[in-house]
T-cell receptor, first 112, second 110 residues
Framework: DGGITQSPKYLFRKEGQNVTLSCEQN?????MYWYRQDPGQGLRLIYY???????QKGDIAEGYSVSREKKESFPLTVTSAQKNPTAFYLC???????????FGSGTQLSVL | DAKTTQPPSMDCAEGRAANLPCNHS???????VYWYRQIHSQGPQYIIH???NNETNEMASLIITEDRKSSTLILPHATLRDTAVYYC???????????FGAGTRLTVKP
């Protein structure tokens, strides 16, 4: 089945540690996105990529990094510079210029 | 992209129509209105979108006022499974950075 897969579902980070969240899609979509969601809040855009080897910062990019080496993959690294990383992270993909975003099931990141 | 304003929460009786309002008074002529919903701890799901005309699909209807400054999402026969947070978003179609606000938390009650 075509879709977008995020892993792991739950992730724990120690103080000062970098962690990487995986996002893979087999929908052949060019555009991919990362959002952060805090409890009771809406989604905030971290980074997005419209094409391989290119990406742009969203509203809250500080403390995060991404790469887009393959069309299917858009991993997000939460660096030690992100002082409050505990949140629900959502990855999405779409065909550029089209209306539908397809979301993964999310990764809950918590700090130990 | 224009900002949207939605009520933080609404209740609806099961089997009745749920009417979710959205204000977007600064919308420009080339901006579309999109609706997504998010069931607890899942990724948002696309519902419907429109530019000027009213739209209907298998999930919902979208009514956009003539001046385009507000819209209403209608779930014609709400079920308990429609309990979710509903997001109204406006953006230019070619713009790929879709922003979500806080949305409306709809609770469908038996």
């Amino acid at each position: 089945d075509g879709g977008i897969t995020q892993s792991p579902k739950y992730l724990f980070r120690k103080e000062g540690q970098n962690v990487t969240l995986s996002c893979e899609q087999n929908l052949n979509h060019d555009a991919m996105y990362w959002y952060r969601q805090d409890p009771g809040q809406g989604l905030r855009l971290i980074y997005y990529s419209q094409i391989v080897n290119d990406f742009q910062k969203g509203d809250i990019a500080e403390g995060y990094s991404v790469s887009r080496e393959k069309k299917e993959s858009f991993p997000l690294t939460v660096t030690s510079a992100q002082k409050n990383p505990t949140a629900f992270y959502l990855c999405a993909s779409s065909i550029p210029g089209k209306e539908k975003l397809f979301f993964g099931s999310g990764t809950q990141l918590s700090v130990l | 992209d224009a900002k949207t304003t939605q009520p933080p929460s609404m209740d609806c009786a099961e089997g009745r129509a749920a009417n979710l309002p959205c204000n977007h008074s600064t919308i420009s002529g080339n901006e579309y209105v999109y609706w997504y919903r998010q069931i607890h701890s899942q990724g948002p799901q696309y519902i419907i979108h429109g530019l000027k005309n009213n739209e209907t699909n298998e999930m919902a209807s979208l009514i956009i006022t003539e001046d385009r400054k507000s819209s209403t999402l209608i779930l014609p026969h709400a079920t308990l499974r429609d309990t979710a947070v509903y997001y109204c978003i406006v953006r230019v179609d070619h713009n790929n950075d879709m922003r979500f606000g806080a949305g409306t938390r709809l609770t469908v009650k038996p």
